[in-house]
């Protein structure tokens, strides 16, 4: 048999230790050298830089997923649309899901369940936190105080707004003391006067009111030179706030007033939303309601006055100029979140124009009246009031601190006025934080109105001495004395509005709650009570 030699190479991690080994086969008895194996050993670099790479690679991926959550996460936790990454703000959430397990455990030592003892805790938990964020506020509202705001001008408001004044006159009647005109009426006498108002339209509610004015209508037009006119009326004044500070209590009351008339709607928020076609903020912009829609909620008003008129030219003429016309929108004198929509033309954040801007170029001569709460307590009502489930003073607690600090992201890089107006903010928070801030909205209707023509009381004095609050407002609105029996019906009615039973059961705001809110907002109670020379405005 011939002789083969098969040779191999084999790896080996020993190569200087390896040598050659013959296998020995027999075949028929015969020895054969069958194959020889030679065993060596090869370099190992190239798989030691596989590896390496193949470790980088993972690390680096690890390394940028975590990246990716923590800005995701800052995202959401901010609720700042503005941009994804926000640094970590000074004031920061809290276990609140311990706080209430511990207070909901009857098997925990019986002093959890004390307000005191709460109160430290909660304190202690955010004392450094909270002063850091008021000495912030300071810093900024000291900032602002050198700053004045730019009011744009008459030609700028016209070219956002062409539409209103095409319909609003530059000169009213004179001897009315409401802005009123005789509008031209140009639709058939067979067409629905209020076939388009959207007011009836979006809501049911108002369509039984409007089945009453379509009825009246036609007998208030007046007709001359075969032309029909209509008598067209904005009010004299506006109550324009705050939200759970006792509007719809003094509505109610004025009311009772033979010299003043209301808009067929409480609160029409024409100026803040309507206008822009925002029913509600959390469900977009819809149609605009034009000004038309507006003015025909004071149709009702105007028939009165056209009533009086017509019963004696020289005493109707009288009686004419004693009547005014009111209306009680609560969004009026805090609520520009509609600007970010359509007022590109912004300054560092913010708002450009405002709805004082509009109401001052139409009516410069109008009056407003501001009721104005405590704001800690205004927030824990306003919580009570609008919020629909779940809710508790656990519950409020942990909104605020939610809403305190996305209110603190921001200021680290916005002016207090763009946090205060910040649509994306107002919609994120999980409560109304910055409508306690009542000086940064005052100081805007101050720049635009003087201050003769705001009325600013507080809720308090309203229901501790109701009669002297009212005597202010008729003293403010020129009006005249009531007879007994009409003030006696004005006072002694209960209050409007008040809070729900089902609320008051609910109890107070925990005392930790209201000593955080407390510190909060007194750097804005502070220049509150400068800037109306009044201390009761501490709220001490």
Excluded at 251 to 259: D, G, S, T
């Amino acid at each position: 048999m011939t002789h083969v030699d098969y040779s191999c190479t084999l790896l080996s991690s020993n190569a200087d230790n390896s040598q050659k080994k013959s296998i020995l086969l027999y075949l028929n008895s015969q020895q054969m050298n069958f194959a020889t194996l030679d065993v060596k050993a090869e370099h190992t670099e190239r798989w030691n830089r596989i590896c390496c790479f193949r470790k980088a690679k993972m690390c680096s991926f690890l390394l940028g997923m975590s990246i990716l959550t923590f800005v995701m996460m800052s995202y959401f936790l901010t609720g700042d649309n503005k941009s994804f990454f926000l640094p970590q703000a000074s004031f920061q959430y809290t276990e609140l899901a311990n706080i209430a397990e511990l207070l909901t455990n009857r098997s925990i030592n019986e002093e959890l369940q004390d307000s005191e003892f709460l109160d430290n805790s909660l304190h202690t938990l955010y004392n450094v936190s909270i002063a850091s964020l008021t000495d912030l506020i300071h810093f900024k509202l000291k900032a602002a105080s050198r700053q004045q705001r730019q009011l744009p001008s008459l030609k700028d408001l016209a070219a956002q707004e062409p539409h209103i004044f095409s319909v609003i006159p530059k000169e009213f009647l004179p001897y009315s003391r409401n802005p009123c005109w005789f509008e031209e009426y140009k639709e058939s006498l067979k067409t629905d006067p209020y076939k388009r108002n959207s007011y009836p339209l979006y809501s049911k509610q108002f369509r039984t009111t409007f089945e009453y004015l379509r009825k009246a209508f036609w007998n208030h037009l007046i007709h001359e030179n075969n032309t029909h006119y209509r008598l067209r009326c904005l009010p004299y004044f506006y109550i324009i706030g705050q939200p759970k500070c006792g509007t719809t209590d003094l509505f109610e009351r004025l009311r009772i007033h033979p010299q003043i008339r209301f808009s067929t709607i409480k609160e029409p928020h024409w100026w803040t939303r309507k206008r822009y076609g925002i029913v509600r903020l959390k469900d977009g912009v819809h149609e605009k309601y034009p000004v038309e829609d507006y003015l025909d909620l004071f149709d009702l008003a105007t028939y009165q006055l056209q009533t009086i008129s017509a019963r004696s030219s020289s005493e109707g003429e009288h009686k004419w100029k004693n009547i005014i016309i009111g209306e009680a929108s609560a969004s009026t004198m805090w609520d520009n979140s509609a600007w970010i929509y359509f007022y590109n033309n912004s300054v560092d954040g913010e708002p450009p124009f405002m709805v004082q801007d509009f109401i001052h170029a139409v009516q410069p001569d109008a009056k407003f009246i501001a009721l104005l709460r405590n704001p800690v307590e205004r927030l824990y009502s306003d919580y009570l009031y609008f919020e629909s489930t779940n809710k508790s003073a656990e519950d409020f607690h942990e909104k605020v601190i939610d809403s305190l600090q996305q209110f603190d992201s921001c200021l680290q890089h916005y002016s207090l006025r763009a946090c205060v107006y910040d649509t994306a903010l107002h919609m994120s928070m999980p409560v109304r934080l910055q409508l306690g801030t009542y000086v940064i909205f005052l100081k805007d209707w101050l720049t635009v109105f003087g201050r003769e023509q705001l009325l600013i009381l507080r809720l308090e004095d309203h229901a501790s001495n109701l009669k002297h609050t009212m005597h202010l407002v008729f003293e403010f609105l020129h009006l005249g004395p009531l007879t007994r029996q009409q003030e006696d019906l004005m006072t002694k009615n209960p209050a409007h509005n008040t809070r729900r039973l089902k609320d008051r059961n609910l109890g107070p705001m925990l005392p930790g709650t209201k000593e955080i809110l407390k510190q909060f907002y007194w750097p804005f109670n502070q220049k509150l009570a400068e800037l109306l020379s009044d201390v009761s405005f501490l709220w001490l």
